[in-house]
């Protein structure tokens, strides 16, 4: 079945990334995500169920952000939404979105984390939009995984200064599942027969970054590689990935290394 699927989505990929015309009711905007992060932040107070969108997952070459109040299937609902949305947001309004397929809207996953509008002024110019913004990283078997960041307060006073993010699975409708709620850097993807592999950032040694690879069999973890990165599949069982280790001279060596996974 799984097969069955795959296939649909290769030859028909226009079918698969039909847009999905929705009507947004939106109470905020915002130029920036740090903006719209703390614009939101008390209107999620009185309506915990609105999202953080951005108008690139409606096409448009023009990103900016917004606090939707609700995402609503037609006009007339919209319309119906629109005068309780304005008791909690005054100057809220109806847009028509044509949604990107295997966007984060499209998952209806907030773009913005809620924790971002908590970053602290004294250390916000060290954050840019790639630390505050989640992102959604479909893969090849039609699945769709969400790296989500957020601000933790407990690594302030680490050299990332409070940024995280970790890997979670999409299930539609806004539910993710976790398979790596801290993962930092989230890289290097890759898929085969429903089993997936990315590396994590793990650990510094003489001033480089090292790596794990975690392994999933579904959105079941089945193996953790230490000092390794960039996996790729050699076959249903199999992966191959880099070997990290630090050299005398301080720099990262390399060596293919062979993993075999089991479920």
């Not at 690139?56 to 995402?71: L, M, N, S, T």
């Not at 505050?132 to 933790?152: F, M």
């Not at 993710?176 to 290097?188: D, G, V, Y």
Request: glycine letters at 10%; hydrophobic letters at 45%.
């Amino acid at each position: 079945m799984r097969s069955l699927v795959v296939f649909m989505l290769l030859v028909f990929p226009e079918t698969a990334a039909r847009a999905e015309r929705v009507w947004i009711v939106v109470g905020a905007s915002s130029p920036s995500s740090d903006g719209i992060a703390r614009a939101a932040k008390p209107l999620a107070a009185r309506w915990p169920g609105g999202l953080i969108f951005r108008t690139a997952d409606c096409g448009e070459k023009r990103d900016v952000f917004g606090w939707a109040y609700r995402v609503a299937e037609s006009a007339d609902d919209a319309k119906a939404a629109l005068a309780a949305a304005r008791e909690v947001a005054k100057g809220a309004y109806v847009k028509a979105c044509d949604v990107a397929p295997r966007s984060l809207l499209a998952l209806r996953v907030s773009a913005v984390d809620g924790s971002i509008a908590d970053v602290p002024n004294s250390v916000a110019e060290g954050w840019e939009d790639e630390d505050r913004v989640s992102s959604a990283v479909p893969i090849a078997d039609g699945r769709t995984l969400v790296i989500k960041r957020v601000y933790k307060a407990s690594l302030l006073e680490d050299p990332d200064q409070g940024k995280d993010q970790g890997v979670w699975l999409a299930e539609g409708g806004g539910k993710l599942k976790a398979l790596a709620e801290s993962c930092s850097p989230a890289e290097a993807f890759a898929a085969r027969d429903g089993k997936l592999a990315f590396q994590c950032g793990d650990a510094v040694a003489a001033d480089e970054l090292l790596h794990k690879v975690l392994v999933f069999d579904g959105d079941k973890q089945v193996a953790a590689v230490s000092s390794c990165r960039k996996p790729r599949w050699k076959g249903p069982a199999a992966l191959v990935c880099g070997s990290e280790s630090v050299g005398p001279d301080g720099k990262i060596k390399l060596r293919g290394k062979k993993v075999l996974v089991g479920r």
